[in-house]
């Protein structure tokens, strides 16, 4: 008897424990479904009911809405984070003067280029698109200012996602250019809400204004069907003609030159913030920059008693193309580098242009060290490193900074295609005596790719030659005319 008690109890022990294990299952079960971080079966389930699969979302900055996490196990795509996100019946942008389909050509304002102006082959259409955000004048403010052509015009979403400021756009776009920029611009309003601190400006040549299907009096046998150029996916993702650069533009189909200097001198011009950082539109911005950059001026004081004119410098890094995820943090940047994935931007083809001056030392030093590192939620350190002068042996050095737009502008005279297009700009602040204030914490990533020198980038590049030997001669005569406009030369400020 007492042996079958014994056993009696055996098994009820372990009933009770099986019916535990059993509910523990059930729960954990109950938790992946309906709390869990992933949510993976309900996504499961769902992508069979909606024909698409859905990937886990999260909350993203102050507007509180939902984004849909990146896919790593994909290759980096601009605006891929926006994949099975569906466009709104809504734009999150005040186009100012209309749709390609009802462009109201009557109440526009052409202008002139901000530095030849009349003189210049190039005319201007300010805020076609206008920022809806509202800019608070007791605080100093940064604008991200860009160009674009419709080939690169999906990089806009990464920066807007990144920038927690106003962008300013100079998208350039002769003839039917303009109804392929707008038509994708109309798409990514539909899609981010970021997009709302977004102005874009139209740069063109005289001699080809935009042309939009239906508002304009200028034939349209160019572009007869829209959809043989931009197809778009049903998802907020960019078109495949515009990811695997398929696209054809009327630029490349004319072969234009692309004015790289108008359009940064307009994006600058169109802004309205006490500072300006004039980017490319492949440089992503570390996060929460703007919130840094107010924190940092109200810190910093200049080392002399009579500051001299100063701008920020942000020092800009590239990555390998399997980095799939462009580093937010210094961190993230730091790892990378210190695992041989990421450098100095055109390390392997232009050792003077991006190496900046305290390389080794930015990239030894921690987030914001010797200053404390907050463990809060918050925009990370933004700390002055050094203060430098562009002058030899960093004579060639082309660092992209925040300043103001009183910064001289860059010359108009010299195209993308010629190279050494931002030269005569840093030229003309050496004579000035510009110091240049290296951020510490804050930097530019470009999208994944490094170039290398080799018979196959050479090839690459060799259409340029003629282009460059006519930037050439141009730059030798603006900084000849530079020189006689601000004074003699410092022995410091080289030009080769």
């Known amino acids: 008897m007492k042996l079958q008690r014994r056993l009696h109890g055996v098994k009820a022990f372990r009933f009770k424990v099986f019916v535990l294990v059993l509910f523990l299952v059930f729960y954990l079960l109950l938790v992946n479904i309906f709390v869990g971080p992933e949510r993976s079966l309900v996504n499961s389930l769902l992508s069979k009911f909606n024909g698409h699969p859905r990937r886990p979302v999260r909350e993203l900055g102050p507007q509180h809405h939902v984004r849909r996490e990146i896919d790593p196990q994909l290759p980096f795509a601009p605006g891929s984070f926006l994949r099975g996100e569906q466009p709104h019946n809504e734009s999150y942008c005040w186009f100012k003067y209309g749709t390609i389909d009802s462009f109201d050509w009557d109440n526009v304002t052409i202008s ?3 530095e030849l102006k009349k003189r210049g082959p190039y005319r201007v259409i300010y805020n076609v698109i206008e920022s809806m955000s509202k800019k608070s004048d007791s605080q100093p403010d940064v604008t991200y200012c860009t160009h674009i052509t419709p080939s690169f015009q999906c990089n806009i979403l990464e920066i807007v996602r990144r920038w927690d400021g106003p962008v300013s756009i100079a998208a ?8 392929l920029s707008l038509l994708l611009f109309q798409r990514m309003c539909q899609c981010l809400p970021e997009m709302a601190r977004v102005s874009v400006h139209f740069v063109f040549p005289e001699e080809s204004p935009p042309v939009f299907p239906k508002s304009s009096q200028v034939s349209f046998s160019s572009l007869e069907s829209i959809d043989a150029f931009i197809k778009f996916p049903a998802d907020c993702s960019c078109p495949e003609a515009v990811l695997n650069g398929t696209l054809r533009t009327f630029r490349e189909e004319s072969g234009l030159t692309y004015p790289v200097n108008v359009a940064r001198n307009v994006a600058r ?3 309205h913030t006490s500072h300006v950082l004039v980017s490319d539109v492949e440089l992503m911005p570390s996060l929460n920059m703007v919130q840094s950059f107010r924190l940092l001026l109200k810190s910093y004081i200049p080392a002399q008693a ?8 942000l020092p800009v890094f590239e990555i390998e193309s399997r980095v799939r995820t462009i580093p937010s943090t210094k961190e993230e940047l730091q790892h990378l580098y210190n695992e041989g994935q990421a450098v100095y931007f055109h390390r392997w083809v232009c050792l003077h242009c991006q190496r900046f001056p305290g390389l080794e030392r930015w990239i030894q030093r921690r987030k914001g060290s010797p200053f404390p590192v907050s463990n809060t939620v918050g925009p990370a350190p933004l700390k002055a490193l050094m203060v430098v002068r562009r002058e030899f042996p960093h004579h060639r050095w082309e660092p992209i900074y925040i300043g103001t737009k009183n910064e ?5 005279y010299l195209s993308w295609e010629g190279r050494q297009d ?11 005596g510009y110091r240049f204030v290296i951020l510490d914490g804050g930097f530019l990533v470009h999208t994944p790719g490094m170039k290398r020198p080799g018979r196959k980038h050479a090839e690459s590049i060799a259409w340029r030659q ?9 730059y030798e005569r603006i900084v000849r005319a530079t020189e006689n406009r601000l ?3 410092p022995a410091t400020c080289r030009l080769h």
């Open 112 to 114: 002139v280029s901000p």
């Open 408 to 412: 001289p502008l860059y010359s108009e």
């Open 466 to 474: 003629p282009h460059e030997e006519v930037n050439a001669k141009l």
């Open 172 to 179: 350039y776009v002769p003839d039917y250019d303009a109804t």
């Open 487 to 489: 004074g003699s030369r």
């Open 422 to 432: 931002k030269m005569t700009q840093m030229h003309a602040m050496c004579l000035l």
């Open 306 to 313: 009579s500051p001299a004119r100063h701008v920020f410098v």
């Open 269 to 271: 011009e169109a802004s």
